[in-house]
């Protein structure tokens, strides 16, 4: 979402200074990249000194918490004005997923900052379906531990949009929390119908108990916790986590892509060579 949001905000002619892990990887042509990590002062120093509006999206792990923090000292030190961070629908400090409970973690201290302050909570990413590319090919499967809930998937394109929109304009949003959405809540029975319509076969929902697909993860060499947290994600929404939100298309002035867009063009993903 970073490079999506600073690839609009050069777009825009707006000055965007990114730090970076992969100088090779270095973002978007016109952007100030400063080489460097969450774990290395020197650079979060470079990278925070003279900036006003600082966007927050760092990788969770077990350790997130602790980066964010040092960011967030490294930007009261270097006098940032506005924060913006990435957090996510269902944070909460009860949840039973590490992620959700470190993004609200750090939510809070964002908030006690300081500095002025707006968080974006996109839904369930529909990049993320891209992992079930393989065995839908191989298998006309798409396998989840998703139950029975109905979820608003949203493109990450839209989430990038979004945030370049809000640090354009950070002063109109401040103290603001946005839930971003797509336009539809759908089970994953209309997931494998929506992929089986660009994947050229039938293409069924295994509904996979957590336990089981947390044990196939562990078993594909994922880390315990990664593991946990993504056959589990499920159990991170309640109540109104399932609703469809208007901010998305508030923001951007348009709906936001729906589940058949997106894999119009992702379809050749999920199309194996005698489809």
């Avoid at 650079?43 to 918490?65: F, H, I, K, Q, W």
């Avoid at 930007?75 to 944070?91: D, E, N, T, Y």
């Avoid at 946990?228 to 901010?247: N, R, W």
């Amino acid at each position: 979402m970073g490079g999506q949001a600073a690839r609009g905000l050069v777009a825009a002619g707006l000055r965007v200074r990114a730090l970076v892990r992969d100088a090779s990887r270095a973002g978007p042509p016109g952007a100030e990249i400063v080489v460097g990590s969450f774990e290395d002062d020197a650079s979060l120093a470079r990278a925070v000194d003279g900036v006003e509006t600082m966007l927050l999206a760092g990788r969770d792990g077990p350790d997130a918490v602790s980066q964010h923090r040092r960011v967030l000292e490294h930007a009261r030190r270097a006098g940032v004005s506005h924060i913006v961070k990435l957090s996510a629908i269902g944070a909460t400090a009860a949840s039973p997923i590490a992620l959700m409970r470190e993004h609200e973690e750090v939510d809070a201290l964002v908030r006690t900052s300081g500095a002025r302050w707006t968080l974006l909570k996109p839904h369930l990413y529909m990049q993320n379906l891209l992992r079930a590319a393989d065995e839908v090919r191989r298998a006309g499967v798409l396998s989840a531990p998703m139950g029975e809930g109905r979820y608003p998937l949203v493109d990450t394109r839209d989430v990038g949009a979004v945030t370049a929109a809000v640090l354009a304009d950070p002063a109109a949003h401040a103290g603001a929390t946005y839930p971003l959405t797509g336009p539809r809540a759908l089970v994953y029975d209309d997931v494998a119908a929506a992929i089986a319509v660009v994947a050229g076969r039938r293409v069924e929902y295994e509904a996979v108990d957590p336990g089981v697909f947390e044990e196939r993860l562990l078993a594909a060499g994922l880390p315990a916790r990664r593991a946990f947290d993504l056959a589990h994600i499920a159990a991170a929404y309640t109540g109104k986590d399932y609703d469809v939100s208007p901010a998305l298309a508030s923001l951007l002035g348009r709906a936001p892509r729906s589940l058949p867009e997106f894999l119009a063009d992702h379809g050749d993903a999920f199309r194996s060579a005698h489809s």
